[in-house]
């Protein structure tokens, strides 16, 4: 069985300089999973265009498996998400400079929608590897989220698996600060990345 995987990210926005989940994608794009292609894009970091992008990112790769990236300053570990809900409610702006709150991703669509891939099975893969990681019950209401309800909207017939990992920042996007925050160096990430992506194909074609 031939599966293509899609593999977004997000580039950097606010006080995030450099986005591991736009040099994951990078590193990655183009990079094979077993007999299985990986294909990358970075989604704009935009509230109108965000959604817009991933479904024409779905539409024009076709893929089998949907993995989404974004960073989530503060977390320690890597974090693979069980649900995404339909809101926007952003902490800050987005690089457009809108602030949406309390404004539905989908006006018509349902509250919320679980992962599609199987994320026990991505927690028990970084066990084995011996990479931090944990199952986290909410991917925010910013972008990370927004990408990972519309991908999951946009699939609701079951063509695709697809789901959120969250990743740490960047030991130097921290290290500055008076009381550094979590990170993970970016070696770590991908591996954890590509990790995960192992255990999506191994149970998409098991």
């Known amino acids: 069985m031939s599966v293509t995987i899609l593999l977004t990210g997000f580039g950097p926005y606010a006080n995030v300089e450099r986005n591991p989940s736009e040099l994951i994608v990078s590193e990655l794009s183009g990079s094979r999973i077993g007999e299985h292609e990986v ?5 704009p970091v935009s509230a109108e265009n965000t959604p817009r992008a991933l479904r024409a990112a779905l539409d024009e790769v076709e893929p089998s ?25 952003f902490p800050e702006p987005d690089n457009d400079g809108e602030r949406p709150v309390d404004v539905p991703i989908e006006a018509d669509g349902p509250d919320a929608y679980f992962a599609t891939l199987p994320v026990r099975a991505i927690v028990a893969a970084w066990q084995e590897a011996g990479i931090p990681g944990y199952l986290s019950d909410t991917a925010g209401t910013y972008l990370c989220n927004t990408a990972m309800y519309t991908a999951l909207h946009a699939t609701v017939d079951g063509r695709l698996s697809a789901g959120f990992l969250h990743l740490p920042s960047l030991p130097d996007e921290v290290a500055g600060s008076r009381s550094p925050a979590p990170s993970m160096p970016l070696a770590t990430q991908v591996e954890g990345t590509r990790v995960a992506l192992e255990a999506c194909v191994g149970a998409l074609v098991a």
């Open 39 to 43: 294909v990358g894009r970075v989604l």
């Open 65 to 89: 498996l949907a993995l989404m990236l974004g960073v989530a300053p503060g977390r320690a570990a890597l974090s693979i998400e069980r649900v995404a809900v339909n809101v926007f409610d």
